[in-house]
């Protein structure tokens, strides 16, 4: 009998609609928090097994997106239970609430993570770094867009009407 692993096409509705609730409960920790409002799950075997929100402006990293803060958790997880990476990344799917930017798409296809779900888009707004054809760039994987997609683009947009804390302050002219 073939072992049943949580990747495949015919994950439940109201599965991913779960793992998507969680998912946007992060993206909106991020916002109150005033970072770019993404938020993700990695799900192997029904098991969250690495989880993330945009943190670029509290640890002052322009790479930490939430994919990839996901990511390392996903990796001390292998690390941890004592199991292969390569065969618990091919087996995950990956729920978040915006597309992967170029950066993030192209670090999920090294792990072969399956996306099931504009700015920076790697998944076809801009580059596709999901399908092209870069065999020395692991493997393409597939996207589902659009769940709750209304939503998350209104966070995006009162991410962005929002001043940035950061951003330096503008100089004022003595004349
Ligand atoms: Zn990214």
């Not at 992060?26 to 409002?37: F, R, S, T």
């Not at 993330?52 to 402006?57: I, K, L």
């Not at 997106?65 to 990511?71: R, T």
């Not at 390392?72 to 004592?82: A, G, R, T, V």
Request: glycine residues 6%; hydrophobic residues 35%; negative net charge.
């Amino acid at each position: 009998m073939e072992t049943k692993e949580g990747r495949s096409g015919d994950t439940a509705v109201e599965d991913i609609e779960t793992w998507m609730d969680k998912a946007f409960d992060m993206a909106k920790d991020a916002l109150q928090n005033g970072e770019v409002p993404v938020g993700c799950l990695m799900v192997y075997n029904s098991e969250v097994v690495g989880k993330g929100r945009n943190e670029v402006n509290e640890t002052k990293n322009a790479t930490r997106h939430a994919e990839m803060v996901a990511l390392d958790e996903l990796l001390n997880w292998c690390h941890s239970s004592n199991l292969d990476v390569s065969r618990v990344s091919r087996n995950t799917v990956l729920y978040v609430t915006v597309e992967p930017c170029v950066m993030c798409a192209a670090a999920l296809r090294l792990l072969s993570i399956l996306d099931l779900n504009e700015r920076f888009g790697g998944c076809g707004s801009i580059l596709d770094v999901s399908s092209a054809d870069l065999p020395q760039t692991g493997n393409t994987f597939k996207c589902v867009s659009g769940h709750r997609a209304g939503e998350a683009v209104e966070m995006l947009k009162t991410f962005y009407k929002q001043e940035n804390p950061n951003a330096p302050k503008p100089k004022t002219r003595k004349d």
